[in-house]
T-cell receptor, first 115, second 110 residues
């Protein structure tokens, strides 16, 4: 069964460092998303991406965050200057269709620890 | 902003029991998702509903749009069903712009 893959599974970084989290969505999917879950808290929406541009973003997704689809298969989330509060599990998801007909497929997550 | 409330927060059941997890939301939605989060953290989509009822194996999801309420039922529960079950709702934004509940932690004992 096709799946969304995320790397790394766990990354430890120093505060102020740049981090890039990688996602390979399912190959025929067109819609891509990032979410985060701080330990013990709810999952939160970060950003939607379609047709090589951000279609929607949350208040959390400020200027320190960016997303990119550099080569037609990868979908990356970059955090420019990490803060302690960026420590969380980050989930990538993709869907084949938008609207109410496209099922979401999630990756296993990348755990980011900022020291 | 939509508030998503799940109940119960924690649920312990004996193998074979029928389980119900509830989700209520405060503002009209276009779709509701039920998700399963494994102990390792990974998330699997179980259902996406905009009306009525869906069934997949031992899982049944229902939604009442007028009452702003959805339920997830598990029949003949099994220890492998132990996980966190999360309700998430979509308002009028993009498909992935979901508001998530806190989740219900289910533990099924053999």
């Amino acid at each position: 069964e096709p799946e969304v893959t995320q790397t790394p599974s766990h990354q430890v970084t120093q505060m102020g460092q740049e981090v890039i989290l990688h996602c390979v969505p399912i190959s025929n999917h067109l819609y891509f998303y990032w979410y985060r879950q701080i330990l013990g808290q709810k999952v939160e929406f970060l950003v939607s991406f379609y047709n090589n541009e951000i279609s929607e973003k949350s208040e959390i997704f400020d200027d320190q965050f960016s997303v990119e689809r550099p080569d037609g298969s990868n979908f990356t989330l970059k955090i420019r200057s990490t803060k302690l509060e960026d420590s969380a599990m980050y989930f990538c998801a993709s869907s084949a269709r938008g609207g109410n007909t496209g099922e979401l497929f999630f990756g296993e997550g990348s755990r980011l620890t900022v020291l | 902003k939509n508030e998503v409330e799940q109940s119960p927060q924690n649920l312990t059941a004996q193998e074979g029991e029928f389980i119900t997890i509830n989700c209520s939301y405060s503002v009209g939605i276009s779709a509701l998702h039920w998700l399963q989060q494994h102990p390792g953290g990974g998330i699997v989509s179980l259902f996406m509903l905009s009306s009525g009822k869906k069934k997949h194996g031992r899982l049944i999801a229902t939604i009442n749009i007028q009452e702003k309420h959805s339920s997830l039922h598990i029949t003949a529960s099994h220890p492998r069903d132990s996980a966190v079950y999360i309700c998430a709702v979509r308002g009028g934004g993009s498909q992935g712009n979901l508001i998530f509940g806190k989740g219900t932690k289910l533990s099924v004992k053999p």
